[in-house]
């Protein structure tokens, strides 16, 4: 009997997880099966669109494969995305009030290309920002997130004081310093931009070898300073 010929094609495999899932069905089981459901939902859809194939779902975990590494790593940072995403947009309609979900979910359109969605949630995380500071005219982070929407929104000049307001306020926060550089050398105030992440450096930030990576830092990358401060926290 003649043997039937083997064939072989290379795929790509592709493994996806929800970071601290153990913990948080610890806490809340409700919850985490609640995420699971977003995970297999988001992927069934991410890895069909990208040509994949999921072959197993596997608790808080999927495998799929894809005819080419370059489909799967698109596939990946889609998926990441719209995680982000619903994430951002359940913790909103639990909590319509909190103006930290609604910027954070404002960034993730953005980062997803969907402009006009961007737009109203940006304005959205103004408004309520805005009534928050009302109650609370110290609370650096509300500048701090509220910043970038303003950005986004053309109104440079109001950004640029809410991240002067926010470094005001918490002169050696790190999170805070570091939000308010991104912003400030997106607004092309550069000297300024470094002098918050050198700042935010000596505070302590842990973003580590992001800041060579960061878009936000896109018109320093040549300056000398920042140049110097990448050099300075570089691993030895």
């Not at 596997?58 to 494969?65: P, R």
């Not at 440079?156 to 050398?185: F, G, K, M, T």
Request: proline share 5%; net charge negative; with cysteine.
């Amino acid at each position: 009997m003649p043997k039937t010929p083997l064939t072989h094609h290379l795929v790509a495999l592709w493994f996806a997880d929800i970071a601290g899932y153990s913990d948080r069905a610890a806490e809340d089981e409700r919850s985490a099966l609640q995420l699971i459901e977003i995970l297999q939902s988001l992927s069934r859809d991410t890895v069909r669109r990208h040509e994949g194939r999921v072959v197993k779902f596997m608790g808080d975990a999927v495998l799929a494969e894809f005819p080419s590494t370059e489909l799967a790593v698109r596939a990946a940072a889609a998926l990441s995305e719209q995680y982000a995403k619903e994430l951002f947009e359940k913790a909103r309609r639990s909590r319509p009030e909190d103006y930290q979900a609604m910027a954070l979910r404002a960034l993730a359109l953005h980062e997803l290309g969907r402009a006009d969605e961007a737009r109203q949630a940006d304005q959205q995380a103004v408004d309520l920002i805005n009534k928050y500071l009302e109650l609370n005219p110290n609370e650096a982070r509300a500048y701090s997130l509220g910043a970038s929407p303003l950005a986004r929104l053309g109104e440079r000049e109001h950004s640029r004081q809410w991240s002067e307001q926010a470094i005001a306020l918490a002169p050696n926060d790190p999170v805070v310093l570091y939000n308010a550089a991104c912003n400030l050398a997106q607004l092309g105030e550069h000297d300024r931009a470094l002098d918050g992440l050198e700042r935010s450096i000596e505070a302590g930030v842990a973003v580590g070898d992001w800041i060579k990576h960061d878009p936000d830092f896109e018109s320093l990358r040549d300056h000398p300073r920042f140049q110097a401060i990448v050099k300075r926290i570089a691993p030895s």
